[in-house]
Nanobody, 115 residues
Framework: QVQLVASGGGLVQTGGSLRLSCATSGIDFSVSVMGWYRQAPGKQREVVAEIAPGGEIKYTDSVKGRFTASKDDAKAMVYLQMNSLKPEDTAVYSC?????????WGQGTQVTVSS
């Protein structure tokens, strides 16, 4: 059974940092695309970063140079290091896995960046 549990959100001032973690189970990282998504109030959910099985990482333009996604296959963990946070980064962040076209979601964690 696929499970994902995100944690690490919180309230931070502009310019601050947070590290999100996603604990997973039931996932074969060698065939799965791991992703971080976010949804701000009144906006559609958007992809923040995606990690391919081979390790290639893609970021949405607005977070390039500030956010770093990573995974630890042995620990079945996925991370999102967020630096230089801005108020527009405020959203509920969720981790996601895409296994051969089947998508699974974990519960989100709230990130709030104060100005």
């Amino acid at each position: 059974q696929v499970q994902l549990v995100a944690s690490g959100g919180g309230l931070v001032q502009t310019g601050g940092s947070l590290r999100l973690s996603c604990a997973t189970s039931g996932i074969d990282f060698s065939v799965s695309v791991m992703g971080w998504y976010r949804q701000a109030p009144g906006k559609q959910r958007e992809v923040v970063a995606e990690i391919a099985p081979g390790g290639e990482i893609k970021y949405t333009d607005s977070v390039k140079g500030r956010f770093t996604a990573s995974k630890d296959d042995a620990k079945a963990m996925v991370y999102l290091q967020m630096n230089s946070l801005k108020p527009e980064d405020t959203a509920v962040y969720s981790c996601n896995v895409n296994i051969w076209g089947s998508k699974y979601w974990g519960q989100g964690t709230q990130v709030t960046v104060s100005s």
